[in-house]
């Protein structure tokens, strides 16, 4: 594809960003970087405070994808860290909103992340679809506050898509690294009762849903990015011990444990419900991995040559 688009990325750094970074570059996008760490775009600050911030870069923009947001797993949920995960995806948000709103941009679409977490952290017999409302515990208020961001975007007339992210599988990063850590081990096991749901989706198909919600002007609203494989966490498990050739543990380790161990986060690994990708997939998306075991053969074992 030759184009000279540019597609502005905050929290580029990140897994989705520099998977999402690099499949852009090799369809010929034009990609800019915004992290709160450093700015990677070549221009003169680029970071998280709004002083800092090259307006140029926004206006300049054709379009922006939205992932900054700190880890919501890699800390327990004080009081401070739970502010500071509302605060990390609002705030840049706000700051290109004002933006734009003062000085106008060539925008042609706002794509933001959001999470499954829009849906809460419950088990249920329900498959959650995106005209679902939003959840009354803290992750889908979360998802609820981010959206809203994402939204006002669209009151200035400009296409807006908001990405409902299940968990990311990467080879040797995120999620699946942690994951993974046990069975290799040999002890792993399923979690609590085993029956909660883990919506999932390999790194390679949740890029493709971005490079489509950018291209794709029908795109607009909310799309749930999980594959359409329901797995509960004892079949996960079970299919990542198979993958890796290791043993698989009966015995649960006890809900008490991982409350003990995480705290209030214990409910994002305790709890989960099935999520439709039905409305991804009737916009005309084709998942390259549409079942658990072929996506973790492909990221966790090494093919010979």
């Excluded at 206006?59 to 004080?78: C, F, M, P, S």
């Excluded at 291209?215 to 999980?226: K, L, S």
């Amino acid at each position: 594809m030759n184009t000279t688009e540019t597609v502005l990325i905050t929290g580029g750094t990140g897994l989705i960003g520099r998977h999402l970074s690099e499949k852009l570059k090799k369809k010929g996008y034009q990609v800019k970087i915004l992290s709160r760490n450093a700015d990677l775009s070549g221009s003169p600050g680029a970071g998280a405070q709004k002083s800092a911030i090259d307006a140029s870069i926004i206006e300049k923009a054709d379009y922006i994808v939205h992932l900054a947001g700190a880890n919501i797993g890699n800390q327990r949920w004080t009081k401070r860290r739970r502010q500071e995960i509302i605060d990390s995806r609002l705030n840049t948000s706000q700051m290109i909103f004002q933006i734009i709103e003062e000085k106008g941009s060539k925008l042609k679409a706002f794509v933001s992340a959001s999470a499954i977490g829009y849906y809460g952290t419950i088990t249920s017999d329900r498959i959650f679809q995106e005209a679902d409302l939003p959840a009354g515990d803290f992750l889908g208020q979360v998802c609820k506050k981010w959206e809203q961001s994402a939204d006002r975007f669209a009151e200035l007339g400009i296409r807006t898509v908001k990405i409902r992210t299940g968990i990311v599988l990467a080879k040797n990063e995120g999620a699946l690294a942690r994951i993974t850590i046990p069975v290799r081990l040999g002890i792993g096991s399923a979690i609590g009762s085993g029956k909660q749901y883990m919506p999932w989706i390999h790194i390679d198909d949740l890029c493709d849903i971005y490079v489509k919600a950018i291209e794709d002007t029908r795109m607009i609203g909310a799309y749930n990015a999980v594959a359409p494989d329901h797995k509960t966490n004892m079949e996960f498990m079970k299919t990542l011990a198979r993958v890796l050739k290791k043993p698989f543990w009966f015995p649960y380790i006890p809900a008490f444990v991982v409350q003990l161990v995480f705290g209030r986060m214990a409910d994002i690994l305790l709890k989960g419900s099935r999520i439709s990708s039905g409305r991804i997939i009737n916009a005309g998306y084709d998942f390259h991995f549409t079942d658990l075991e072929s996506a973790l053969t492909e990221l966790l074992i090494i093919k010979k040559t």
